[in-house]
């Protein structure tokens, strides 16, 4: 049986590394360590579903089920063997091998022509303006934690890859804005030979 990975079901399984625990407990300790950067909890119930699917896999079981005083019942899950194999490998192969992923930038990217190069110049700034406040925003966050950087290192992976974008982007609008980079409906109708 071939279990589908994700970033959320390796959070759950290596959270249920550390002891069994009941899904509000696994979504407070995301928080609380301000994992929902490396992990998409957006939506209130994906946690759910993930534990719904791993369970279903028996890659994690039901321990048991308990109610604190003033407390909804909760149910506390713990790791199979099954799933510590399964996250064993799962984590080797994604340390090891560059996944084939489609975020959307490069995707626009790829449709740039398609708007004029002032209104892409514009919209590139907007965004280097954004991940400058993310830069910021993240870098204060960081700068009083005193953690081992073996509990930093995801953090360390984002700050590069952020100021590394941000650096192409600038770079892109200067081209842009300087008339390096360029292009208009006659140009690229003559280059692919559609109608412009």
């Given amino acids: 049986m071939t279990v589908r990975r994700s970033p959320l079901a390796m959070m759950v399984l290596a959270l249920l590394v550390e002891e069994p625990m009941h899904a509000y407990r696994m979504q407070q300790l995301i ?7 490396v992990v998409n909890v957006a939506q ?5 579903q993930t534990i ?3 369970r279903r896999d028996e890659l994690i079981r039901v321990a048991e089920t308990r109610r604190e005083e003033g407390r909804p019942e909760r149910t506390v899950y713990a790791l199979t063997k099954a799933g510590r194999r399964t996250l064993d490998g799962w984590l080797a192969d994604a340390l090891a091998t560059p996944a084939r992923e489609f975020p959307e930038f490069p995707a626009a990217l790829s ?13 590139l700034d907007e965004r280097a303006g954004a991940i400058e406040a993310r830069l910021r925003e993240r870098e204060a966050a960081l700068a009083g934690v005193r ?15 952020l100021r590394a974008e941000l ?3 600038r770079g892109l609008v ?23």
Avoid: H, M
């Fill in 52 to 54: 719904e699917r791993l």
């Fill in 147 to 161: 953690l081992p950087r073996l509990f930093l290192v995801e953090d360390e992976y984002q700050l590069t890859l």
């Fill in 31 to 37: 928080r609380e360590r301000e994992k929902q950067d």
């Fill in 111 to 123: 449709f740039l022509p398609i708007l004029p190069p002032e209104e892409a110049a514009r919209r």
């Fill in 167 to 169: 650096d192409w982007v």
């Fill in 44 to 48: 209130r119930n994906s946690i759910y």
């Fill in 174 to 196: 200067a081209d842009l804005r300087s008339g390096a980079l360029t292009w208009s409906g006659e140009w690229l109708a003559d280059w692919t030979g559609t109608p412009a």
